[in-house]
């Protein structure tokens, strides 16, 4: 709405300030016989009176509880002589039994009540009836008697209460034109000064006019009415004292979220900045900052430890910075967190407090340690059913740990039949399917809850994981740039893009995202292990074994499980590999199975290195593990058939003996197998070498044939060369030697693989 043009002449009085300020500040230097107001206004602003930009700078420390309606505290005109009066700076509705025995004294507060004597008027009189109706939801009697104290003072405060009790029965269109419209004097007033907008007299009428152009939709109008930068106040760290929370924090976080509706991130992070660092109290704005991530780890640590709480609350500065330390994010300072939460349960008593078990819980699932975690959250949500920062990781929780899997299902159907309209409901919903595998329909429903609430991070990196885990890599990298530019603080889109980009194989874009996740969180295991992984893609593999040793530092130093780091000794493993540093590759590999004894990567990676060693034995067995855990794996049985045709030509070469076969045996192997070859094209066969060999024997009755067969029992010479198989065992190759008939074939009774001794 257009600003009036009219100015306001210094020398009159202002419509009273709603904020009764007994203390005059010291007034602002003049300027042409006004108060500079460009602290406060920007320059489209009309000129005010001194007495009226005076009364802004009052409001400016304050709370809206000095708006509370005050009334005289002497009931002496009631003529009642054993009512007792309430004790100076009570309020009422907190007095003790004792302090005040009327029914009708039950005023909205009277923390400002005047102990003047004075008798009651009728305005005091409708300004109580207005205040108990409002108290007791009665809103058409307040709406009814606040309209007419209004007429028959002019007050800004009287103004402010009767917009209020419009803005509580959602007529926001009603409520503004209260604020907004140009006002005379009160008709009892005989005043000629011009009208005036409340709005330009009260910071409350301001803050509440721009509450209700948020609420219609005039957002333009609303940005202006707070201001667009910071205009409300010259110091953010203006003011000393407990007043309440201010009412300039207040307006500050209006105009954050207003810029956060424009998709202006940064002009909305630097406003709830700003109205952090007015009044500490302010937890929306606390909880807009650190809840909706938009700072990184180092600059939240930083920004929450340096806001002023002893000089805004001296006495409890202590108490609300460890209440704001144990929200941050888990991945550094958990020693500081520890024991901020071990002075809260002790000095305070509140460990059983729900944030503090919250804290301790989200720790727990930044280390994936989802059973201690389930556990915390379960005893949270049995006292705290729907609190909000424990539903996410107890969902978590239960997608991760198998055996919950059913009861996820139940919790997911309560939620959706009791709060259809929250978006932690259908987020459970799309767990639930994305345990399953079931990607599609879990899509859905994480859309479904990013449309409700597009700042609720855990649904859009769910979002872009179904994506991922179908392979759909562009679509999960596009969901997850989204995720990004709502969670600017957060490292993990950016981690993820990284990854997606590794499994297209594009390496230099994808050390690109993992190093900028890494500005924002350098001390996050996960991104380290990527960046070794990148190392690997680029063969600088003492960089990769440097960077998995430093993941595998940074996770016992956050006191994670072990076994969720199996990949990382792995990849170490294959570090050293590359490196042919033989020793440190078997530990490693021996360590993965320790961790997780069915993962086949790490029994293929202990045979590739048996196999590098010589040991093809060892190999062979550690191949075969493998082959179990994972049938078919083509990448193993390639390995497998390398180290059997290695095998194969050792045996050829000599090198590798015939288990069960003396020495002398194989001593002219490949001149007899090249004969006998010579024998077959030249189309003599076996048959005919065999009676020739017998008619030798028999003629000499020595040879070696005859010692070899005396040796094996009455077996006949040339019945043993025509009954030579080759079995594999996992010991080793044998040569079976097996009476075989001449008129069958193969023996049933003979195993393994028969070796074709003609080569063929």
């Known amino acids: 709405m257009p600003r009036p043009s009219a100015t306001t002449p210094h020398n009159s009085r202002a419509t009273p300030s709603p904020f009764g300020f007994s203390e005059r500040t010291q007034a602002a230097p003049l300027r042409n016989g006004k108060l500079a107001a460009r602290d ?41 002589t054993t009512t007792a009066r309430p004790r100076r700076g009570t309020p009422l509705a907190f007095a003790r039994p004792g302090d005040a025995a009327d029914d009708d004294n039950t005023g909205f507060l009277a ?38 104290v209004l007429e028959l003072t002019g007050n800004a405060d009287d103004a402010f209460w009767l917009a209020q009790t419009h803005f509580l029965t959602h007529q926001f269109a009603q409520a503004e034109r209260i604020l907004t419209s140009p006002r005379p004097p009160s008709s009892a007033s005989t005043s000629t000064a011009p009208p005036v907008r409340l709005t330009d007299v009260s910071l409350a009428c301001r803050y509440l006019a721009a509450q209700c152009q948020v609420r219609l939709g005039k957002w333009d109008d609303a940005l202006e009415m707070v201001g667009r930068r910071g205009v409300l106040g010259a110091d953010v760290r203006d003011g000393k004292g407990d007043g309440g929370i201010k009412l300039t924090a207040s307006a500050a976080h209006l105009r954050g979220l207003i810029h956060l509706h424009m998709k202006a ?43 002023p709480f002893h000089a805004q609350t001296e006495d409890d500065a202590e108490f609300v910075r460890m209440m704001y330390t144990v929200r941050l994010k888990k991945i550094s300072h958990n020693n ?8 809260l349960s002790d000095e305070y008593g509140l460990g059983n407090d729900p ?84 990607w599609e329909e879990s899509r859905r429903f994480f859309g479904k809850a990013v449309l409700i609430d597009p700042r609720f991070g855990p649904a859009w990196l769910a979002y872009a994981h179904s994506f991922a885990h179908e392979g759909e890599h562009d679509q999960a990298i596009t969901a997850y740039s989204t995720a990004q530019r709502h969670l600017p603080g957060s490292h993990l889109p950016l981690l993820f893009i990284g990854m997606q980009h590794l499994g297209l194989a594009n390496v230099k874009l994808a050390q690109e995202y993992l190093e900028a996740s890494k500005e924002i969180c350098p001390d996050d295991p996960l991104v380290l292990n990527e960046l070794g992984v990148v190392a690997l893609q680029n063969q600088e593999f003492d ?27 792995l990849n170490l493993g294959h570090a050293y590999r590359k490196l042919k540093l033989w020793d440190k590759a078997h530990a490693a ?66 090198k590798l003996p015939f288990p069960g076969l003396p020495a002398r045996t194989l001593r002219n192997i490949d001149e007899q197998v090249a004969a006998l070859e010579d024998d077959i094209l030249c189309g003599r066969g076996l048959a005919d070498e065999v009676r020739d060999e017998a008619r030798a024997r028999e003629g000499d009755g020595a040879g070696e044939l005859s010692r070899v067969g005396e040796e094996d029992e009455g077996v006949e010479g040339s019945e043993m060369l025509q009954s030579m198989a080759v079995s594999r065992s996992e010991d080793g190759i044998e ?5 075989e008939d001449d008129d069958e074939g193969d023996d049933e009774g003979d195993e393994g693989e028969t070796m074709d001794m003609t080569g063929e």
């Open 735 to 739: 040569v079976s030697m097996e009476e």
């Open 543 to 569: 960089k990769a074994a440097q960077l998995f040793r430093e993941t595998l530092g940074v996770a016992r130093h956050v006191q994670s499980s072990p076994a969720a780091w199996s990949a990382t000794h």
């Open 355 to 438: 944030d503090v078990l919250c804290s301790r819980a989200d720790e727990l699932h930044s280390a994936m340690r989802y059973a201690e975690c389930f556990k915390i959250t379960t005893h949270i949500l049995s006292i705290h059913p729907s609190h909000r920062l424990t539903l996410p990781l107890h969902l978590s929780c239960m997608h991760h740990l198998p055996n919950l899997r059913s009861k996820l299902f139940l919790v997911a159907h309560d939620m959706v039949d009791n709060e259809p309209d929250d978006v932690i409901s259908w987020y459970a919903v799309g767990l639930w399917y994305f345990a399953g595998k079931r």
């Open 589 to 654: 590999f021996r360590k993965v199975i320790e961790l997780d004894p069915r993962s086949a990567g790490a029994y293929a990676a202990l045979g590739i290195v048996e196999h590098q060693r010589g040991n093809m034995q060892e190999s062979i067995a550690r191949y075969h593990e493998a082959l179990s855990l994972a049938p078919g794996d083509p990448v193993t049985c390639d390995l497998l058939k390398l180290a059997l045709d290695d095998v194969s030509t050792q045996i050829s070469a000599l």
């Open 40 to 80: 406060y206004y920007d320059d489209s602003q009309a000129n005010l009176s001194i007495d009226q930009v005076e009364d802004l700078r009052r409001q400016s420390n304050l709370s809206t509880l000095s708006l509370s309606p005050r009334r005289p505290s002497s009931l002496a005109h009631s003529g009642s």
């Open 111 to 148: 923390a400002h009540s005047v102990d003047d004597g004075a008798p009651w008027t009728l305005v005091d009189r409708l300004r109580n009836w207005r205040n108990d109706a409002m108290t007791q939801h009665l809103y058409d009697s307040a709406k009814f008697w606040g309209g007419k």
């Open 265 to 307: 991130t940064e002009l909305a992070k630097e406003a709830f900045m700003e109205a952090l660092s007015r009044d500490v109290k302010c937890f929306e704005a606390f909880e807009m900052l650190v809840g909706g991530e938009m700072m990184s780890s180092e600059e939240e640590w930083d920004f929450i430890q340096g806001l």
């Open 336 to 343: 500081d967190m520890a024991i901020a939460r071990q002075r």
